[in-house]
Structures are given as C-alpha cells and as structure tokens.
C-alpha cells in the first residue's frame, strides 16, 4: 500500500517552504544589522511580511534560526572549497581556485556571512560543536592544500600551517567590509586574492 502527493498538499508544503526561507532572509539581516541578542522574533517576522506568531510554526525559538543559518553557511563553505581543489590540477591551481573562490563567495553574501563568522558565541552548545567540526574541517582541507605544495616543491613556505591560517583570514575578513557599493567587483577581489595567497605561500615559477 503506498499513497501520493495531492496538489494541494504540494501547495501547502511550497507555500510552508517559502515562509522558512522568507524568515530565515529576514533572520540573516536582521542578525547582521542589529546583532543576534539585539533581534527580536517580532523584528523578524516584521521584515518578512509575517506576524510574530507565524516563526514559531516554522522554527522552535530565535536560536533555530542562528544554528540553521551558521551550519548551512559553514556546510557551503566546507562545500565551495572542496570542489574548487577537485576541479584543479595542481597545488598552486588549487590554491588560486579555492581562494577566489572563497573571496567572491563571501563577497558576494557578505550579510550571511558576517553573521556566520561572527556570531560563534551566540551558539548554543550542540550547535556550537557541529559549527567547530566544521571549521576543523575547513581549516584542515586548506593546511593540507598548503602542505601538498610544500611536499612537491610548488611551494617555499616554512610555515604552512600559519599560512594556511592567513589565507583564511583573508577572505573571510571580506564579509567584514566589503559591501556592493565598493568600486571592487567580488571577481576583482578574487583574482588579488588569488595572487596574494599564491604570494603567502610563495607558489614558484610553473
């Protein structure tokens, strides 16, 4: 015995997840301009259109919005560099892809990502321990990147894993202050990103 979708509940769940997404929008501007303590629900579901009421249906407290917000956003990341090493030959391909990458990226959602970056002591501790993994992670896949060079010559770097903390530092320090008004494009500063961090790592000759 099985069962199918009707279109109306089709309908109802389109429509459910269009309202998480407006909320979780609102949530990621809200927390990015006023700060997370500084937001309340009812700041949230003004800025989507929605009463207080309505985020509770949606997401148990105030804080399911902040742990969603800050995993998806580290799970991207995670993601971004990930396939940016697969899709390059070498350590110094590699290297440039995933820093342009990184850059733009944080760039281009400075707002979500100023909020992913530094909110981290808003989390609650489960949260908070996911979030941790994931910046090991993160942080280990670049280490490696850097080590690899190293190991095949590509790189003179005495300091990998100071390097490899620098280079993160760099682009993610772009949600900080860039903002889409700036004479930059996300794609200007992924090309000088790219070349500073094969500089840091002082990527030789090919």
């Known amino acids: 015995m099985g069962s199918t979708s009707t279109g109306a509940g089709s ?10 997404a407006r909320l979780l929008d609102s949530a ?3 927390f990015a301009e006023r700060g997370y303590h500084a937001t309340t629900t009812r700041d949230i579901a003004s800025a989507a259109g929605m009463s207080p009421a309505a985020v509770y249906v949606h997401y ?15 799970e ?8 940016a090493v697969a899709s390059a030959p070498s350590p ?7 820093v342009r990458q990184f850059a733009i990226h944080h760039a281009r959602g400075n707002t979500g990502a100023r909020v ?6 808003s989390l609650e501790p489960g949260p908070a321990a996911e979030v941790r993994e994931l910046r090991r992670a993160i942080s280990a896949e670049i280490r490696a990147l850097v080590e690899r060079g190293v190991a095949d010559g590509s790189f003179d770097c005495p300091q ?3 390097a490899a903390t620098a280079i993160l530092s760099l682009g993610i320090d772009v949600a900080r202050w860039y903002r889409e008004d700036r004479t930059w494009s996300p ?10 961090a094969l500089r840091i790592v002082g990527a030789r000759p090919s």
């Open 11 to 20: 309908g109802e769940r389109s429509r459910g997840d269009d309202a998480r």
């Open 116 to 121: 992913v970056n530094y909110e981290l002591s």
């Open 92 to 98: 110094a391909d590699q290297l440039a892809r995933v």
């Open 28 to 30: 990621v501007n809200a």
């Open 76 to 83: 991207q990341t995670l993601a971004l560099i990930q396939e």
């Open 160 to 162: 990998p894993r100071i």
């Open 187 to 196: 794609e200007d500063l992924g090309d000088a990103y790219a070349a500073i």
């Open 60 to 74: 148990r407290t105030k804080h399911d919005l902040l742990a969603q917000i800050s995993l998806a956003g580290h």
